[in-house]
């Protein structure tokens, strides 16, 4: 509206009030095409509808809405599945071992055990056994950089 419109418009309405807030369907044209208010396409959608319906009814049983928001269900269930996805890598890269692989971890754990079996015979022989064995490695050892 021009400033002129809109001063003569204060002029008319001494109680100044706005336009906007007081229409004047009634007493208008009756050929004038009356404003309809516009619909929520979300509050029309039937899943809103029966969502709403849900909620009033557990509110009227008493039942609450889950103890835990929506975003702690939705982090907990991917961790949950990360978890498995990574225990189900772990798994497949156990089975995917080549026989070689599987040979060299059998030889390995044997060669502990071996060790270990070695270790234990060490601990209980008598203290001239174990001095001779140092005396005979220091032996090699002395000889192999003399050698050199």
């Not at 889950?66 to 907990?76: A, D, G, M, N, T």
């Amino acid at each position: 509206l021009p400033a002129s419109m809109y001063t003569e418009i204060q002029r008319e309405r001494p109680d100044g009030g706005n336009i906007l807030t007081h229409p004047d369907y009634i007493d208008g044209n009756p050929d004038l095409i009356k404003p309809k208010k516009l619909l929520n396409p979300v509050k029309a959608s039937k899943s809103h509808q029966e969502l709403h319906r849900e909620l009033l009814m557990n509110h009227k049983r008493g039942l609450g809405v889950e103890s835990k928001p929506e975003l702690q269900r939705v982090l907990e269930h991917r961790r949950r599945d990360l978890l498995i996805k990574q225990k189900k890598e772990e798994e497949e890269a156990k089975k995917l071992q080549s026989p070689f692989e599987k040979e060299l971890l059998k030889r390995h754990q044997r060669l502990d055990q071996l060790e270990r079996e070695q270790e234990k015979q060490e601990d209980h022989a008598p203290e001239f056994i174990k001095v001779k064995e140092n005396l005979r490695r220091t032996s090699t050892v002395i000889g192999d950089e003399k050698a050199a």
